[in-house]
T-cell receptor, first 112, second 113 residues
Framework: GEDVEQSLFLSVREGDSSVINCTYT??????LYWYKQEPGAGLQLLTY?????DMKQDQRLTVLLNKKDKHLSLRIADTQTGDSAIYFC????????????FGAGTRLFVKA | EAQVTQNPRYLITVTGKKLTVTCSQN?????MSWYRQDPGLGLRQIYY???????DKGDVPEGYKVSRKEKRNFPLILESPSPNQTSLYFC????????????FGSGTRLTVV
């Protein structure tokens, strides 16, 4: 079935790079997303990548997609305390319209 | 300001007492959806609506109802809430179900005792 998995916690020091990983099972993915959720807030779309791309860079964010292994990663360069949040991986798949499947979220702790 | 507004933000209720969580968007989006967020499970879709008077079940629709009488509003109704519906609920909207620019509300934390 459709599933998106990610590790639940990641802790890094301020200034280091963070890498959040995600695996998905459905090969009919069209878009893959990273959302950020700050405490008490809804989800904010951080970045996305089309399934026919391998990499996308947007300022401090780098998204890598390995379609063969169904693996998606988000790298945050020069991680700041303001990056502390929960990061959700999500994929949109075809099948009777489009359906978006979310992972359980990775809580990123940034230590000063 | 373009936004999705949910009310209330927090709600504590008793088992069996009907409640409605409202959701309103001011972006003229056609697609709206409701999710619940539970620890370790991420977001699971409850119901979605492609347009006015068009609604369909998501992954976890049991115990919930929705309606879409107007484009901007998509209320979530719990006719007889139970403790297993204690969760954090999010409403979201977008121009289409492709979800590229989906906007989320701030969430409603519901506790059913």
């Amino acid at each position: 079935g459709e599933d998106v998995e990610q590790s639940l916690f990641l802790s890094v020091r301020e200034g280091d790079s963070s890498v959040i990983n995600c695996t998905y099972t459905d090969s009919s993915s069209t878009y893959l997303y990273w959302y950020k959720q700050e405490p008490g807030a809804g989800l904010q779309l951080l970045t996305y990548i089309f399934s026919n791309m391998d990499m996308k860079q947007d300022q401090r964010l780098t998204v890598l997609l390995n379609k063969k292994d169904k693996h998606l990663s988000l790298r945050i360069a020069d991680t700041q305390t303001g990056d502390s949040a929960i990061y959700f991986c999500a994929e949109s798949i075809r099948g009777g319209g489009f359906k978006t499947i979310f992972g359980a979220g990775t809580r990123l702790f940034v230590k000063a | 300001e373009a936004q999705v507004t949910q009310n209330p933000r927090y709600l504590i209720t008793v088992t069996g007492k009907k409640l409605t969580v409202t959701c309103s968007q001011n972006m003229n989006h056609e697609y709206m959806s409701w999710y619940r967020q539970d620890p370790g499970l991420g977001l699971r879709q409850i119901y979605y609506s492609m347009n006015v008077e068009v609604t369909d079940k998501g992954d976890v629709p049991e115990g919930y109802k929705v309606s879409r009488k107007e484009k901007r509003n998509f209320p979530l109704i719990l006719e007889s809430p139970s403790p297993n519906q204690t969760s954090l609920y999010f409403c979201a909207s977008s121009f289409s179900d492709r979800a590229l620019l989906r906007t989320f509300g701030s969430g409603t934390r519901l506790t059913v005792v």
